[in-house]
């Protein structure tokens, strides 16, 4: 039986070239306005989904429209600023993300592809050096490592 084949990619070097161009852009661009948190940040912070977007929204239009009841020590300005780059950054994540699923999905199909038919292989090659066919045996010694279990007793 033929092993499925649901993948088949040939990307061009004129496109790879293309698209880590592109990528750069994105590097050279972008990552002059980002911060990267560490862990304790990102937990500490609070943080806005969807739902608190348009609850911020709507607070931010009620500031603007009775600015004597927002506190003193809250800066309108800045929160537009803010809330504009939620909006730009957002439109951009959208789109990155689903090209990140993609090639997500496109690296676990090919890779599953492919290592199904290096599993095919071995175990023809294990049959063969069942069988004592020529050459099999080196190819065989040389691939089960993969396979050897690290017990207590056998730590490599």
């Known amino acids: 039986m033929a092993q499925e084949n649901r993948i088949s990619i040939h ?3 004129e496109d790879i070239a293309a698209v880590k161009s592109a990528i750069q852009v ?3 661009k972008l990552m002059p306005h980002l911060v990267t948190l560490s862990v304790d940040e ?3 912070l609070t943080k806005m989904g969807d739902k608190n977007f348009a609850f911020v929204s709507k607070c931010k239009d009620y500031m603007e429209q009775n600015p004597g009841l927002a506190p003193q020590y809250i800066d309108l300005e800045e929160m537009k600023v803010d809330m504009a780059a939620v909006e ?3 439109s951009i994540q959208n789109t990155v993300a689903q090209i990140n699923s993609s090639i997500d999905d496109s690296m676990m199909l090919s890779g599953s592809e492919a290592y199904v038919a290096a599993l095919s292989f071995y175990h023809n ?3 063969a050096t069942r ?4 050459g099999a045996k080196n ?3 040389d691939l ?3 396979f050897i279990r690290k017990t207590k007793s056998n730590p490599e």
């Not at 069988?131 to 020529?134: D, E, G, L, P, S």
């Open 131 to 134: 069988m004592n066919v020529a």
């Open 88 to 90: 730009t950054l957002r």
């Open 42 to 44: 990102r937990h500490s």
């Open 144 to 146: 089960k490592k993969q």
């Open 139 to 141: 190819i065989y010694d």
């Open 26 to 28: 994105l590097q050279d």
């Open 125 to 127: 090659v294990k049959g």
């Open 11 to 13: 990307i061009s070097e």
